[in-house]
């Protein structure tokens, strides 16, 4: 059942007190008969053109809601004059409030157009149930021209690009939360590549586990495609790449290389390529990310190196796909690794800490314990040697604890589910 109720008012234009009443007793029968007893929280939204500017539309709000105050609800009406900045606004308050379930009660012509906003402004964390409203009533205008009502059938490609373009250039007007901070290694030749290491500062993720700057949405998550793709584009102008030609790894915790320019498989932890304006990436939030690099065949790589994956070679199968493709030598191929959770915070089940104490017994710490500590960047850096990789061609003075560092970095481990991501990138200066 739903947790709260957004009555959407945005889209028409109120002529009378009466057509203000006759739309909310119509939603407050819908409240009555389907959500009164799980609701907690109430949300009007309507355009600030019909409300904040003109005292005399906001008091006929203020005394048609009046009949909602005896559900003992919290009720917070709504003003923006634009239809993301209203559901931006929904969103933080469901989240202050830890609410993922809620009803939308809306006239019929704003459907498609809720749905389009709402897909691109959540993620799946969150369910909504639609009750619609038809509204036949001469002195109910939804024809406002400023704000069109979208219909299945008129609902377009070209109107789907004016949402995203809403949000894109709502999304780009809010401040930073704080200086975008990027770590660097000095292994890496900066007049070959552009490369570097996130931190959690800079973008505009606002979810404590997620600020500010998290680079990765899915559908447990709560930070939506728009935000992080909104994080990316300020990290790009930051740092000097496009953000079009920008590729993640995919983070399947396995082994699997995508040499770019053949087919893309549908899964893979690491990428190696050697075309210029191409930026690659991986992921971590404890897991490592890698970057590679050869400055003589100027070919480079990143992988996500976890657990498993470091168990599985992907850091050699990364290397090996740069030999291979590219004509590397493996004694000039330079490897960095990130910011990860240390021994002092990652544990594993003896079962899985042996293979690692098989690496070398250094690896694990109290090994006889049912939960040992164990070195995934130790277990690194040895496999990457016995590979061929010189020593002092492995840098991982950036690989700082993740889950220590709370004030720097994203940590699973540390964060639970709802958890923020940090990546390495790195490209071939033209």
């Known amino acids: 059942?739903?947790?709260?109720?957004?009555?959407?008012?945005?889209?028409?234009?109120?002529?009378?007190?009466y057509?203000?009443?006759?739309?909310?007793?119509?939603?407050?029968?819908?409240?009555?008969?389907?959500?009164?007893?799980?609701?907690?929280?109430?949300?009007?939204?309507?355009?600030?053109?019909?409300?904040?500017?003109?005292?005399?539309?906001?008091?006929?709000?203020?005394?048609?809601?009046?009949?909602?105050?005896?559900?003992?609800?919290?009720?917070?009406?709504?003003?923006?004059?634009?239809?993301?900045?209203?559901?931006?606004?929904?969103?933080q308050k469901l989240d202050e409030k830890n609410i993922s379930r809620v009803q939308i009660i809306l006239p019929k012509s704003r459907t498609c157009l809720m749905q389009a906003f709402i897909d691109r402004l959540f993620t799946?964390?969150?369910?909504?149930?639609?009750?619609?409203?038809?509204?036949?009533?001469?002195?109910?205008?939804?024809?406002?021209?400023?704000?069109?009502?979208?219909?299945?059938?008129?609902?377009?490609?070209?109107?789907?690009?004016?949402v995203e373009c809403d949000i894109q250039i709502f999304l780009g007007t809010l401040p930073g939360r704080g200086e975008l901070t990027i770590l660097k290694s000095p292994l890496m030749p900066e007049n070959v590549f552009n490369h570097g290491y996130t931190t959690r500062f800079g973008g505009v993720s606002?979810?404590?586990?997620?600020?500010?700057?998290?680079?990765?949405?899915?559908?447990?998550?709560?930070?939506?495609?728009?935000?992080?793709?909104?994080?990316?584009?300020?990290?790009?102008?930051?740092?000097?790449?496009?953000?079009?030609?920008?590729y993640l790894v995919k983070a399947a915790h396995a082994s699997d290389v995508w040499i770019m320019g053949k087919k893309e498989p549908d899964s893979y932890?690491?990428?190696?390529?050697?075309?210029?304006?191409?930026?690659?990436?991986?992921?971590?939030?404890?897991?490592?990310?890698?970057?590679?690099?050869?400055?003589?065949?100027?070919?480079?790589?990143?992988?996500?190196s976890g657990w498993k994956g470091t168990l599985l070679g992907v850091s050699m199968a990364t290397v090996n796909a740069m030999i291979s493709e590219y004509g590397s030598d493996v004694k000039d191929i330079l490897v960095v690794l990130g910011p990860?959770?240390?021994?002092?915070?990652?544990?594993?089940?003896?079962?899985?800490?042996k293979a690692f104490y098989d690496i070398d017994p250094q690896c694990v710490r109290q090994f006889e314990s049912p939960k040992p500590h164990v070195d995934i960047r130790r277990a690194t850096r040895i496999l990457l040697e016995?590979?061929?990789?010189?020593?002092?061609?492995?840098?991982?003075?950036?690989?700082?604890?993740?889950?220590?560092?709370?004030?720097l970095f994203f940590s699973h481990t540390r964060d639970g589910e709802n958890f923020g991501t940090q990546i390495g990138f790195i490209s071939v200066k033209n």
């Open 19 to 91: 057509c203000i009443k006759q739309f909310l007793d119509a939603a407050m029968k819908i409240v009555l008969q389907k959500s009164v007893n799980t609701t907690s929280s109430i949300y009007i939204m309507y355009c600030q053109t019909y409300g904040c500017d003109n005292n005399d539309a906001r008091e006929m709000f203020l005394h048609a809601i009046r009949s909602f105050q005896g559900l003992k609800k919290h009720i917070e009406l709504l003003s923006t004059a634009g239809v993301t900045a209203s559901l931006y606004n929904v969103k």
């Open 124 to 162: 799946q964390v969150y369910t909504f149930e639609y009750e619609l409203l038809e509204l036949n009533n001469a002195q109910c205008n939804t024809e406002n021209a400023s704000q069109p009502s979208i219909t299945e059938q008129t609902f377009t490609d070209k109107q789907l690009e004016l």
């Open 386 to 407: 016995r590979g061929g990789i010189l020593p002092d061609h492995i840098e991982d003075k950036l690989a700082l604890c993740t889950s220590c560092n709370r004030d």
């Open 340 to 353: 990860s959770v240390g021994p002092c915070c990652f544990t594993l089940a003896q079962e899985n800490a």
């Open 1 to 17: 059942m739903a947790e709260a109720v957004l009555i959407d008012m945005f889209s028409l234009e109120f002529t009378s007190h």
């Open 269 to 304: 932890d690491g990428i190696v390529t050697n075309q210029k304006g191409v930026t690659v990436a991986a992921p971590g939030a404890d897991c490592i990310p890698l970057l590679f690099s050869d400055p003589v065949k100027k070919a480079l790589g990143a992988a996500h």
């Open 206 to 246: 606002y979810i404590p586990e997620l600020s500010s700057l998290n680079l990765i949405s899915n559908n447990k998550r709560k930070d939506s495609p728009a935000v992080v793709a909104e994080n990316l584009r300020r990290l790009s102008m930051a740092v000097g790449f496009n953000p079009k030609s920008f």
